[in-house]
């Protein structure tokens, strides 16, 4: 067992646990932070996706260890006050989750899109989608939201 410090959805955290534990299960097990899904376990699908030092990452791939003084943002994290962040709103009014496994980690991957490419073409989101398998809305309504995200100017 190792002690690991990080900053997760703006809170200091103290763990213990194995080096090389997977972030994903540190979230759900340890802190009961569950909007990251086990998807595929091999960092094909970004349903367990974590924004990490801003950076997008699958947190299935991770040791916990390499958390070690990172500030981590899950989906729980990008709600304000409780309320719904911008880019929640969106995909809810635009239809882009349907079963809700991809959900989160699309959220995420938007966010970091929009961090970068404030008014992205289309093919810029799909670039910063490509990550993030959906078996569900065949992508026009995601895409759709990440374009309604972007006129509301959610990336702030």
Known sequence: MTTIQFTINCHAETIEAPPMKRLLDVLREDLHLTG??????EGECGACAVLI??????????PVLQAEGAEITTIEGLAIDE??????QCFLEEGGAQCGICTPGMIL????????????TLLQIQEG??????????????????QQSALVGAEK
Request: with cysteine; proline share 6%.
């Open 36 to 41: 990251a899904k086990e998807g595929c376990g």
């Open 53 to 62: 030092n801003g950076d997008l990452v699958n947190s299935c791939l991770i």
């Open 83 to 88: 309320k719904l962040h911008p880019i929640q």
């Open 109 to 120: 991957a938007t966010h970091h899109l929009l961090e970068k490419h404030p008014q992205p």
């Open 129 to 146: 989608l490509n990550g993030n398998l959906c078996r569900c809305t065949g992508y026009m309504r995601i895409f759709n939201a990440v």
